[in-house]
């Protein structure tokens, strides 16, 4: 299937996927006039690759684990899973103390005349 089409059925922008390639996330065959062609379960990737960003993973990260996910899934993989969301957590964390630092900043502000409407 070509990038286009790709795109199309994946829901990802043509950008994303030339980016995906350039981070080695995804690969495809060129044709003899150069453009891209690619395999059949590429949408397939294409949404782990989707999962993996929505976990808040980075690229270098993504390529790392995606071998994992192609083959018989190792311990490693889990394990490297759970460092992940870790990570994660940590950051809730610290964003749920961000907030409590705003909301306590905006509650010593004494309210204002309420904001016009429409």
């Known amino acids: 299937m070509r990038i286009g089409e790709l795109a199309t059925a994946s829901g ?3 950008r994303s996927l030339r980016y995906y390639e350039q981070q080695g996330l995804l ?3 060129r044709t003899s006039g150069g453009q891209r062609r690619y395999h059949h379960d590429a949408v397939a990737r ?7 960003y929505s976990a808040a ?3 270098e990260k993504i390529a790392e684990l995606l071998p994992c996910f192609e083959g018989e899934q190792s311990p490693e993989l889990r394990s490297s899973l759970l460092v992940e969301k870790a990570r994660v957590d940590g950051m809730i964390r610290e ?4 907030r409590g630092v705003l909301v306590s900043v905006i509650d ?4 204002g005349p309420a ?3 429409g």
């Open 46 to 52: 294409v949404e782990l690759i989707q999962r993996l």
């Open 12 to 14: 990802v922008s043509v």
């Open 95 to 98: 964003l749920e103390q961000a």
């Open 115 to 117: 904001a016009p409407t």
């Open 27 to 29: 690969s495809s065959e």
């Open 108 to 111: 010593s502000i004494p309210p």
């Open 57 to 59: 993973l980075c690229s």
